[in-house]
């Protein structure tokens, strides 16, 4: 099918203008935007559609509902974000006349307290996702620097160690201090797991279904 004239030197005329260098900084802010709205509900949608209908109880109705408000939800606030960190950042180089480390940090500072500092699940889950990245990511920072002295064995098994048996302990004795998340998944393995009625519950449900 062929494009009409009109259509043809649109899409020129916008093709022309795309490629235009001093447009460049404006036009990567917007398509920032655009990444971050799909990269979010490329990441939310599947997850909230297990989680939902694996531990929510309502109907299929409240349940797609539920589903729609995370995706729209996550989505809207990465596209946000990434149009306030880069549009920041261009500024700070503009203004400057140069690019510097602390552009970036104070970019995203900002962008975080406006975008992410509304305490929510979904900016909570994010957080939290992205504090376990950073606090890796600055470890092996400070021993590519030579703050932290390089171990001369591999601390993952001790790291993992710690880690499960910190979570488990904090389930088990302060389980309000956990996400929600987390609490229903750890309920689910550790919790129903306990309990059965007849073979239905133990190997095919997880729990018995109400008798009719």
């Known amino acids: 099918m062929v494009a009409p004239p009109q259509l043809r030197s649109l899409l020129l005329a916008v093709n022309a203008l795309l490629r235009k260098r001093r447009y460049h900084a404006a036009l990567a802010v917007l398509k920032g935007f655009r990444n ?6 490329k990441i939310r949608a599947p997850h909230a559609l297990v989680m939902t209908f694996l531990f929510r109880s309502g109907s299929l109705r409240e349940k797609l509902r539920a589903i729609l408000q995370a995706t729209y939800t996550h989505s809207s606030n990465l596209a946000c974000f990434v149009f306030t960190y880069k549009g920041l950042c261009a500024l700070q180089s503009h203004l400057q006349g140069e690019t510097c480390q602390v552009h970036s940090f104070l970019a995203a500072f900002i962008g975080g ?13 994010i957080n939290m996702y992205l504090l376990s990245r950073v606090l890796f990511a600055l470890c092996r920072l400070g021993i590519k620097k030579g703050y932290i002295p390089e171990p001369k064995w591999d601390p993952f ?3 993992s160690s710690v880690v ?3 979570v488990l302990w904090l389930f088990e004795y302060h389980r309000p201090t956990l996400q929600p998340s987390l609490q229903s998944s750890m309920t689910y ?4 797991s306990n309990v059965w009625h007849d073979i239905s519950d133990f190997l095919i449900y997880n729990k018995s279904r109400p008798s009719k």
């Open 164 to 166: 499960w048996g910190l």
């Open 189 to 192: 393995l550790y919790e129903d």
């Open 157 to 159: 098994p001790l790291f």
């Open 113 to 125: 307290f406006l975008v992410f500092g509304n305490n929510n699940n979904i900016n909570s889950q």
């Open 36 to 41: 971050g709205a799909v990269y979010g509900a």
